[in-house]
């Protein structure tokens, strides 16, 4: 069959073409209507020439399979594609905003904008990597914010790799797959099933927007990419020294050339850059020199020398990385609830050694009357609150990098730990019940809000000699 000229006013399968809106070299976009849709949608025709790279079709053979199976904000909904024996084409939402490669001209952006745009973007890869789907070409231009929602969305999957699909990139090309500068080592080395490459290519984009420098330059070969695989990046405080610690950790925590050093899910790599206070700061944080060429030499020697691990499934990789947060209930008579929710933590992490555990604690603020800082001896109540969160944990023995603290102050408790579980894409949320009381089974509790309202597992724990107590009313935590 032959194809139709696609021109301004045509019509293919019921859409109504419209302007052009861009000409790349891989593809076009045209703005099209169609009757049912009342969304501003774009169709998406690849460029196929005489002597085009095979690589073109079977990539956008690959977004043809992979765009129609994902759902939610972080991309484009997809709404009909066009066989190849007529007239190849995606048609998809036409997302209203601005990808990230007009900030290239303003470079070196603020830490704390990078910071956001870097929670935003590791946000959209976890929800994608839920969904199985790797990207690998995460780079300025196929991240865009929503300009009304201010989210992240993850465009153009012609590389991208769908665990449950053939890859047909791989089963048919040799070559690494990806763009230059952004391409993980896995990838030059021909592993296209790990997402961590994800965070690695993350990683370089927030690199290259805070210092205005790429970590691996520009390679153009297979040789000069190789390099990544034991080259360490100059330090992004060796060129831009008032870059804070905390986020050089996180940046070349993602640039590690062995996956396994790197952060173990994107959500985990969300998780710190929303909350940098927490993040725990070592040499690799505040070192302002790249390292000597014997810790090269000793990394191109594990890599020439050592086969590639074989990667996970997904599912199981981020099954074994959750986020899971302990709601702690630190008020006066609580100790044993307190201490039994502790040996449930300890022996739920003991199951995931990749865990991440946030302890958090509300300290209730009160609606009308004043709320006054200090406690009985003068102490900061914040600050207190914080110490003994920090005590009910150390029990757990965890490294400090697995563990962080949040003391949140609301007048609400059970919203407030609904609010923070949604924001940090917690996985598990362990809390602790109090015992019955009349008050309790008239207003509700805040275990019971948390575990109807909460966007993830919920397991309540009570301590089983406080099941017939009679309680008073909740005060100052959640619990």
Known sequence: MARQALVTGSTIDGFLVGEKLHAGGMATLWRVTRADIDIPIVMKVPMILDGDDATTI????????????????HAPRCFAVGDFSAQPYIVMEYVQGESLLPL??????????????????????????????????VKPSNVMMRRETGEAVLIDYGLSRHEMLPDLLAEEFKLPMGTGPYISPEQVRGNRADPRSDIFSLGVLLYHLATGKRPFGYPRSKRALRKRLWR????????????????????????????????????????DLQNPDQVRVTIRGERTKRAGWLSGFRRWWRVSTADPEPVAPMAAHM??????????????????????????VERLLRTLPGARLACVNVLRQNRI???????????????????????????????????????????????????YARSNKVDQIVIGARASSTLRRYLGS??????????????????????????????????
């Open 232 to 271: 360490h990046p100059d330090p992004p405080r060796a060129l831009a020294p008032e870059i804070p610690p905390w986020f050089q950790e996180i940046v070349l925590r993602c640039l590690e050339s062995d996956p396994a050093k790197r952060y173990p899910t994107a959500a985990q790599l969300a998780f």
């Open 446 to 479: 805040v275990s019971s809000q948390v575990v109807a309202e909460a966007p993830c597992t919920v397991t309540v724990v009570r301590a089983p000699q406080m099941a017939d107590a009679t309680a008073e009313p909740e005060q100052a935590s959640a619990g």
């Open 319 to 344: 099954t074994q990385a959750p986020i899971v947060m302990a709601a702690v209930d630190l008020s006066e008579g609580m100790e044993v609830l307190a201490e039994t929710l502790r040996e449930m």
């Open 104 to 137: 290239l001209d303003r470079m070196p952006i603020a830490v704390e904008d990078v910071r956001e745009i870097g929670a935003k973007t590791a946000a959209a890869l976890a929800d994608l990597h839920r969904q199985h789907v790797i990207h690998l070409d």
């Open 58 to 73: 079977v990539g956008f053979e690959m977004e043809q399979m992979i765009l129609p199976l994902l759902t939610g904000p």
């Open 369 to 419: 009357a004043l709320n006054y800082p200090l406690d009985e001896q003068g102490r900061n109540i914040h600050v207190q609150r914080l110490v003994e969160l920090k005590e009910w944990a150390r029990p757990l023995g965890l490294i400090a990098e697995q563990t962080t603290f949040h003391v949140l102050e609301a007048t609400d408790p059970a919203a407030a730990l609904i609010d």
